[in-house]
């Protein structure tokens, strides 16, 4: 399939570096913007802008029937989701596929394994990858979250597992914080991902980012 246009689900930065790269290579580009971005340079740059209304980002960039509504308007032929916000949702992924557009990005199935972080840590657990001192039981009961949070040592970081972009996490320093940023991160990771579970890990104070790029076109070609 020839792709004629892309739309990018992203903001920002992010959105303007992926709108020149399609404009490169001869490719129409669609951004998407809240009312609070309307005045962004990629919104003015790309060849056509959808408006998603308010700006929270839950009604705006996280929203998928909006995102689709706009890929439909346009007539785009594909989404490039960018990095955070629903690049890592396998649902939409496969909500994107199944529209009969083109998905710029991992597999489903794989978004969906690595997207959730309990599962993410067990597979690399599974491979002999270290990973940070963690718990990712199963389990909603404060008790046993508060043992495992001075089993592990304060402080500790809550993560919601179905969370991307910074979103869902709190440091907890204190067992007498953790009931009400469990809450804080279960509230939030429900309203952004519609999945509560949360897990714990160690915190690290000073840590050092790390990353190993890895490309692939879905041909059998890596770089």
Same mark, same amino acid.
């Given at each position: 399939?020839?792709?004629?246009?892309?739309?990018?689900? @992203?903001?920002?930065?992010?959105?303007?570096?992926?709108?020149?790269?399609?404009?490169?290579?001869?490719?129409?580009?669609?951004?998407?913007?809240?009312?609070?971005?309307?005045?962004?340079?990629?919104?003015?740059?790309?060849?056509?802008?959808?408006?998603?209304?308010?700006?929270?980002?839950?009604?705006?960039?996280?929203?998928?029937?909006?995102?689709?509504?706009?890929?439909?308007?346009?007539?785009?032929?594909?989404?490039?989701?960018?990095?955070?916000?629903?690049?890592? @949702?396998? *649902?939409?992924?496969?909500?994107? @596929?199944?529209?009969?557009?083109?998905?710029?990005?991992?597999?489903?199935?794989?978004? %969906?394994?690595?997207?959730?972080?309990?599962?993410? %840590?067990?597979?690399?657990?599974?491979?002999?990858?270290?990973?940070?001192?963690?718990?990712?039981?199963?389990?909603?009961? &404060? *008790?046993?979250?508060?043992?495992?949070?001075?089993?592990?040592?304060?402080?500790?970081?809550?993560?919601?597992?179905?969370?991307?972009?910074?979103?869902?996490?709190?440091?907890?320093?204190?067992?007498?914080?953790?009931?009400?940023?469990?809450?804080?991160?279960?509230?939030?990771?429900?309203?952004?991902? *519609?999945?509560?579970?949360?897990? &714990?890990?160690?915190?690290?104070?000073?840590?050092?980012?790390?990353?190993?790029?890895?490309?692939?076109?879905?041909?059998? @070609?890596?770089?």
């Amino acid at each position: 399939m020839q792709i004629t246009k892309i739309l990018v689900a @992203n903001r920002g930065e992010i959105a303007r570096r992926i709108l020149r790269t399609v404009k490169r290579m001869g490719i129409g580009g669609v951004a998407v913007y809240s009312d609070a971005d309307r005045e962004l340079p990629y919104v003015k740059e790309a060849d056509e802008a959808v408006p998603l209304g308010e700006a929270p980002v839950a009604k705006s960039y996280l929203s998928l029937e909006k995102i689709l509504d706009a890929a439909r308007k346009t007539g785009a032929d594909a989404i490039h989701p960018g990095y955070g916000f629903l690049s890592e @949702n396998a *649902g939409f992924a496969r909500a994107v @596929n199944g529209a009969g557009l083109v998905w710029i990005g991992p597999p489903p199935e794989v978004i %969906r394994l690595m997207g959730d972080k309990v599962s993410a %840590r067990r597979q690399m657990v599974e491979a002999g990858v270290p990973v940070v001192p963690g718990w990712d039981g199963e389990s909603s009961d &404060l *008790g046993e979250i508060l043992r495992q949070a001075h089993a592990l040592g304060y402080p500790v970081m809550l993560k919601a597992s179905a969370g991307g972009g910074g979103i869902g996490m709190q440091v907890v320093r204190r067992e007498e914080e953790l009931e009400e940023k469990l809450s804080l991160v279960r509230q939030k990771a429900q309203a952004y991902f *519609g999945d509560g579970k949360v897990y &714990l890990e160690k915190w690290i104070e000073k840590p050092r980012h790390v990353e190993v790029q890895i490309l692939a076109d879905g041909k059998g @070609n890596v770089l």
